[in-house]
Structures are given as C-alpha cells and as structure tokens.
C-alpha cells in the first residue's frame, strides 16, 4: 500500500508539473530510438495532445542502427539527438560513462525500480525474458535449469545481436550458457528467431521475451509464456537527454510526460509492461518472481562476456 500510495503521488505531482509548464517553445525535440513504432508512436501522440504546438521528429531503427548514428555523430562532433529511447540499458550505461548524457532527475524518479535506472538515464518500461514452449507446456518446464537437457531441442537468441540476449548471459553467466552448448541448444539470431523456431516445431522451448512469445500466441500461434523458476528476467527500456541538447527543456517535459499516469497508460495500451506500479498493463501470473540483472557489473564483465561465450559459440 505504502509504494502504490507513493507511486500516485509522484503521478499527482506530475499531473501539476505538466500543467504548470510551458517551456520549450516552438522548438523541435529529436528522439533517437530503438523502441517499437507503435509504443513510440502512441506515446507521441499523447504527448503532443497534451503539448498543443509541439514539434517532434522521431528517427526509429533497430538498436543497432541508431547506436551506429550516435556513433558517426559523435565522431563529427555534432549529435543530433536531443532525447535516446532505447530498448534495453546496454548502451545507455556507456554513453553515461562517457559523459553524453545530462544528470537530471524526473519528478517520477522516486517511483521507479532502483534497478531500472542510472543518474542519467531512467526506465520507461520492463521487458521480461522467459522460457517459451508448445501449448500446454508438454515438456512441463518449470524453471531454467530444466533447458539443459540433451533430449529437449533448445533455442536461445544470440547475446552478441540482441541486447536482451546478452541480459541473460550476464545474469546466468558463462557455466549455463556452457551447459547449454553441451546439451546441444541452438544459437538463433533473435528472441522473435526463437519464438517461430518454437511454433514451427522446430524446437521444444527457448528463452525469449514475454512480449515476443505473449503477442505471437495472441495471433494464433502455438506458443504459450512459461514464466520459470526462480525469476524471470528484467530489462528496462531507458530513456535519457543528450547533455547541452538543444532543446532540454521540451526534452525534460517529454520524459516527465513519459513517466506520468497518461503516458505510461500510452505504454500498457501497446503491450508492454510499464515501469511504474498500477498502470494497466500486460497481466503477470501471481507469484512470479522478477530480478534484474546487475548491469554495472555487466557492463565491467561485457568483453570476457562475450569472448567467452564465442569460444563455447564460435564467431
């Protein structure tokens, strides 16, 4: 009671705060992002119905491709971006070591998962990784352990294409991933990769994401979301402001107005799990645990990581 009573405090405050500013002017606000085009045009769209005469330009591509355009831009001294919108935090951890993005706290900060955020950047929304299998489970896989088998067909996404992927090779580490390798599972490109390899019957199970697996079963497909022992994964979908944007006011109302009651409504209403507590959203199983992973300490780990994880993989 006491975190939902401060969760809708926080959303009250903001209520007001939004209200109350008028900033930013007719200036453009340009938001690189990597999250997905309906998620990104509805919180837009509420956005500039709540902000009459806000302009915003959105350039949306695959994490790959807008790190790659960070990237050039940074090298030419000339960052486009006022505000990043990543799916997961792996990147956002080293543009804040570098010093790319401004330290500033929304007024939702108190709110959010201490987990989900860093001094520049925030949450917006969670992901989950979880076991994908057959209608009804017929494996009946409970927990995570139960993918090292050598009798059952396994898919897992690659942690070098998808952040995600890499999440779980940071929380499990390199002796499950090993495991794996010796019980014959199967290195696919990507969670959605590994949801069609599960519904085609090429696989029995895989890890993935909840979203991935929940969205194709809602089409038809014959998949079903086993959240397994001990937990199901976290990964937080961070939004942060390019430090000395030129337009930091309207960028602070625009992630103000992310993590409030309207646009994290926005968030649930295309699927994903909002970040603050008692926004409607996708149902989770009672008694599902959830952890996140320990990023800072991934992040230090990431080269090792992934080196060792090519020796067992190769590439």
């Not at 290195?187 to 390899?197: A, E, L, M």
Request: aromatic share 10%; hydrophobic share 50%.
């Amino acid at each position: 009671m006491f975190l939902r009573a401060r969760v809708w405090a926080v959303l009250g405050a903001l209520a007001v705060l939004a209200a109350a500013c008028g900033g930013g002017g007719g200036e453009t606000l340009t938001i690189y992002t990597s999250v997905t085009q309906a998620t990104v045009d509805a919180v837009v769209t509420d956005f500039e119905e709540a902000n009459p005469g806000a302009s915003i330009e959105v350039f949306r591509a695959p994490t790959g491709e807008v790190t790659a355009r960070i990237a050039a831009e940074r090298r030419n001294g000339d960052p486009g971006a006022d505000v990043i919108w990543l799916t997961d935090p792996l990147s956002m951890y080293q543009y804040q070591s570098d010093g790319l993005l401004a330290a500033w706290e929304p007024a939702a900060a108190a709110a959010l998962p201490p987990a989900a955020s860093g001094p520049a950047f925030w949450g917006t929304r969670v992901l989950y990784l979880v076991v994908v299998a057959a209608p009804g489970n017929p494996e009946s896989i409970t927990e995570w352990q139960d993918l090292v088998d050598p009798s059952l067909a396994v898919a897992f996404p690659d942690p070098r294409f998808a952040g995600s992927a890499f999440a779980a090779l940071g929380y499990f580490g390199l002796e499950f991933f090993g495991d794996l390798n010796a019980a014959g599972a199967v290195q696919v490109p990507s969670p959605g990769d590994v949801v069609t390899g599960v519904a085609e019957g090429r696989f029995a199970a895989g890890i993935t994401l909840e979203f991935s697996a929940r969205t194709a079963a809602e089409k038809g497909s014959p998949v079903e979301v086993v959240w397994p022992r001990p937990a199901a994964v976290a990964i937080s979908s961070p939004i942060a402001i390019v430090d000395g944007a030129g337009s930091e006011v309207r960028a602070r109302d625009f992630i103000e107005h992310v993590l409030s009651e309207s646009g994290q409504t926005a968030i649930g209403a295309t699927g994903w799990s909002p970040i603050l507590a008692g926004i409607p959203g996708p149902v989770i199983p009672a008694g599902v645990d959830i952890v996140y992973p320990e990023w800072d300490v991934i992040i230090e780990q990431q080269e090792d990581l992934i080196d060792g994880y090519a020796s067992l993989f190769g590439g």
